[in-house]
């Protein structure tokens, strides 16, 4: 079996990191050496780009409702250096800003109990909201900000 025939198959599917594509690899028992001189050819080639990847994966993972933590922290679990990361997300436009998707998530937490926008809403479903955004990795600066505006 060759090593570009099951990376290329590998990477068809959808974009990976660096780290994914080497650990694949690796558990298909091609060497270290092969692997690392694909990797190499593979970044030079464009197949393999973190920074890229790491753009895809803001796209994706804000379009989900996730906060901008969870977002990193995936993307850190993923393999990709924490420096790609910070670069990435400095040169990333964002169309709407964190409070605005986890204003959106606090809508869909209400909408699902049933308050509509100007009833007063319970502090159990105050709870329900600031648990769903610390979940979707939102800053507890922004929670207490919604839930803030959620007591008024």
Known sequence: MNIYDVALRHLSSRSRTVAE????????????????VLIEEFKSCGYLDDSRYCRE???????????????????????VD???????FEDYEPEDSET???????????RLAGIDGGDPVPE????????RLQAKGYSSDIIYSIIGELKR
């Open 100 to 110: 605005e998707r986890a204003r959106r998530e606090t809508e869909r937490v209400l």
């Open 57 to 79: 994966y803001f796209d994706y993972g804000f379009g989900k409702g996730k906060g901008k933590r969870r977002v990193l922290e995936e993307l850190r679990r993923q393999g």
């Open 21 to 36: 594509t080497e650990s694949y690899l690796l558990k298909k028992g091609f060497s270290e050496e092969e692997t690392k």
């Open 82 to 88: 924490p420096q790609v990361i910070e670069i990435a």
């Open 124 to 131: 159990k479903v105050r709870g329900r909201v600031a648990r």
